[in-house]
């Protein structure tokens, strides 16, 4: 295996960084000329000579309409980028219920997160909780000021200091590879996908209940286009939210975990305490509760229930996270 250091992990992921926002415009934008493609498409006919309708695509109205649309679009895009960009560590503990730890409630994490932060020469991060008798950790933040380390309660009872030790050296290696930048900007650009897709889905259901507020003796035929437009425009925002999902998680490399398991090991020297707190953590993977695959791409290990069901399979084709026994298998051989 080509040896990938640090550093250069750092670079890789600021550019994925990078990569994603430049994309995910264009995504959108794109999204955008179909839309309008569709509508000039189902709702200009032509007429031929016989009165026949004749379906035909006018380029420069839909090219018109889009460029008068970037502006907007770009803004919107930006300013809830921006909105998500300054709230996520709120956001996120929203998503996962966790609270602030303070050092009087619990001075053994402190110290262990201290300790370790001295040892690696960075700035402590946040020490969040979330109180749930499962296993689990996370890091999660995009500078020094969110940088955050989030820990259950069940980890906390169950695991000795030295395998805690490696729990928290994994998790900060991902703040120090700047991996969390990497993953906050996904989840705020899936976030963003996953709110349209529910804005449509409303859409549909509105229409298909109520014929979007014509009567069938006013105009049943404009009525039927546009349901059609509205159902199409669906089937396109799930789509390209689907395909996003996949081309987000294939950009997120499984080796960011591998990566960190090996950073963990030698943060806190003990390579085979982390093994085996990962071996503690996978027989019971907690924050189930939890039912965005977004956030729990942060998770150093996948919740068990979100593997269920008939999505199960894809979930874990397309999984960021490798399998366990394989990191626990590569940390014993340290």
Do not use: F, K
């Given at each position: 295996m080509q040896?990938?250091?640090?550093?250069t992990q750092i670079r890789r992921n600021n550019m994925m960084s990078m990569i994603l926002l430049l994309m995910f415009?264009?995504?959108i934008l794109a999204t955008v000329w179909v839309f309008l493609a569709i509508l000039d498409y189902l709702g200009n006919p032509v007429y031929d000579s016989y009165?026949?309708?004749v379906r035909q695509l006018d380029m420069d109205t839909v090219n018109g309409h889009f460029l008068a649309s970037i502006p907007w679009?770009?803004?919107g895009v930006g300013i809830w980028f921006a909105i998500a960009y300054f709230a996520n560590t709120s956001m996120?503990?929203?998503?996962v219920n966790s609270r602030p730890l303070s050092r009087r409630e619990n001075p053994r994490i402190y110290n262990i997160v201290e300790n370790l932060c001295?040892?690696?020469g960075m700035e402590m991060p946040r020490v969040c909780v979330v109180d749930d008798p499962q296993l689990n950790a996370f890091a999660s933040g995009i500078n020094s000021k969110s940088y955050t380390v989030t820990v259950t309660t069940g980890i906390m009872q169950l695991l000795s200091d030295e395998e805690l030790e490696g729990v928290i050296a994994h998790e900060l290696t991902h703040i120090r590879n700047r991996d969390t930048r990497l993953l906050i900007t996904s989840i705020i650009f899936v976030g963003i996908i996953s709110t349209v897709m529910s804005m449509v889905v409303r859409t549909m259901y509105y229409t298909m209940w109520t014929g979007g507020g014509r009567s069938r003796d006013d105009d049943e035929r404009g009525s039927g286009l546009s349901?059609?437009?509205?159902?199409?425009?669906g089937i396109i925002c799930c789509a390209i939210a689907y395909i996003f999902t996949l081309v987000t998680r294939f950009a997120i490399s499984r080796k960011r975990e591998y990566m960190a398991d090996a950073g963990g090991a030698e943060l806190c020297g003990n390579p085979l305490a982390l093994a085996s707190a990962l071996r503690k953590i996978s027989g019971n993977?907690?924050?189930d509760s939890v039912r965005r695959s977004d956030v729990a791409q942060l998770f150093i290990c996948q919740p068990d229930e979100m593997e269920m069901g008939v999505m199960g399979f894809m979930n874990s084709l397309f999984s960021t996270h490798p399998d366990v026994e394989k990191r626990i298998q590569i940390l014993e051989q340290f």
């Open positions: 040896y990938v250091g640090m550093q415009p264009v995504i009165g026949n309708v679009v770009i803004g996120i503990a929203s998503a001295m040892s690696c349901t059609i437009v509205v159902l199409v425009v993977p907690g924050l």
